[in-house]
């Protein structure tokens, strides 16, 4: 069973940076694509990041490219969001998400119904 939980999220400056953490609970993280979506209010889920079950493939949203890093542990269970040169755009609630078939088809990484746990969210917010 999939049990995420978000942390890092909080109020910066622009041009400011912050890490998120996800880190689960389950005993099978490392078989695990994982992504990070966001969401601003009144405004869909998008996707920002995402990486396959051993961090040798990552694909990212041309809007944090070059920005944002997506990484993981799984010795910690744990997937990582690094977000650096922070926009006023990018103020939304993050959210980790898993994909427990372990698969990382480009067709189809960006799409919030390829995975089927959620974390809570976590909010980021950036001043201007």
């Known amino acids: 069973q999939v049990q995420l939980v978000e942390s890092g999220g909080g109020l910066v400056q622009a041009g400011g940076s912050l890490r998120l953490s996800c880190t689960d609970s389950g005993r099978t993280f490392r078989n695990y694509a994982m992504g990070w979506f966001r969401q601003a209010p009144g405004k869909e889920r998008q996707f920002v990041a995402a990486l396959n079950w051993i961090g040798s493939s990552v694909r990212y949203a041309d809007s944090v490219k070059g920005r944002f890093t997506i990484s993981r542990d799984n010795a910690k269970n744990t997937v990582y969001l690094q977000m650096n040169s922070l926009k006023p755009e990018d103020t939304a609630v993050y959210y980790c998400?898993?994909?427990?078939?372990?698969?990382?088809?480009?067709?189809?990484?960006?799409?919030?119904?390829?995975?089927?746990?959620w974390g809570q969210g976590t909010q980021v917010t950036v001043s201007s």
């Open positions: 998400a898993a994909d427990t078939s372990g698969s990382f088809d480009s067709s189809n990484y960006a799409y919030t119904w390829k995975y089927d746990g």
